[in-house]
T-cell receptor, first 113, second 112 residues
Framework: DAGITQSPRHKVTETGTPVTLRCHQT?????MYWYRQDPGHGLRLIHY???????DKGEVSDGYSVSRSKTEDFLLTLESATSSQTSVYFC????????????FGSGTRLTVV | DQQVKQNSPSLSVQEGRISILNCDYT??????FLWYKKYPAEGPTFLIS?????DKNEDGRFTVFLNKSAKHLSLHIVPSQPGDSAVYFC???????????FGKGTKLTVNP
């Protein structure tokens, strides 16, 4: 979607390896989020950021870490990938005004083998 | 302890008819409610929202109704079109918290 890009779009990795997913925005929005989408679970919040170096955990944060050193970039790291982390990962950005919602990226499909 | 529930995993309607997607929530603190549409291999896109001070919001073919006493909201699509076939997510949030909680989604199929 315009203003937000995720990379890579697809990745296959081996169990136990570290993986980093990148989210980049050009909208200068304060808030950034990482969600994962799984069948039967919908969208679940992993971590979010409310400013540079300000992050907090979501409902499924175990096994994930994040970093935000610049307004435009929000990185999601799987320290040691497991098969249960096979999922589609979405980044989202927001101004903080909930009635305007979030703008989501196109997603990263991660497969851990 | 699902806070936002979409109890129908799927819905099938005929082109031109009304589609009604339902969503229930349990947290009475929620005061913003949104609907997102998602096509395969794409990110969710914002469709329409409503705040708790209203009970209805319209945008073209899409109308969202909010029943606060029942903790229930619904999305009406009239008339339904084949291009509306997608997964629809209901989401809710509390003003000032900057976080949304999403339901599991309902897959809508509009048949020509």
């Amino acid at each position: 979607d315009a203003g937000i890009t995720q990379s890579p779009r697809h990745k296959v990795t081996e169990t136990g390896t570290p993986v980093t997913l990148r989210c980049h925005q050009t909208e200068n929005h304060r808030y950034m989020y990482w969600y994962r989408q799984d069948p039967g679970h919908g969208l679940r919040l992993i971590h979010y950021s409310y400013g540079v170096k300000d992050t907090d955990k979501g409902e499924v944060s175990d096994g994930y870490s994040v970093s935000r050193s610049k307004t435009e970039d929000f990185l999601l790291t799987l320290e040691s990938a497991t098969s249960s982390q096979t999922s589609v990962y979405f980044c989202a950005i927001s101004t903080g005004l909930l009635d305007y919602g979030y703008t989501f990226g196109s997603g990263t499909r991660l497969t851990v083998v | 302890d699902q806070q936002v529930k979409q109890n129908s995993p799927s819905l099938s309607v005929q082109e031109g008819r009304i589609s009604i997607l339902n969503c229930d929530y349990t947290n009475s603190m929620f005061d913003y409610f949104l609907w997102y549409k998602k096509y395969p291999a794409e990110g969710p896109t914002f469709l329409i929202s409503i705040s708790s001070i209203k009970d209805k919001n319209e945008d073209g073919r899409f109308t969202v109704f909010l029943n606060k006493s029942a903790k229930h909201l619904s999305l009406h699509i009239v008339p339904s079109q084949p291009g509306d076939s997608a997964v629809y997510f209901c989401a809710a949030g509390i003003g000032g918290s900057e976080k949304l909680v999403f339901g599991k989604g309902t897959k809508l199929t509009v048949n020509p």
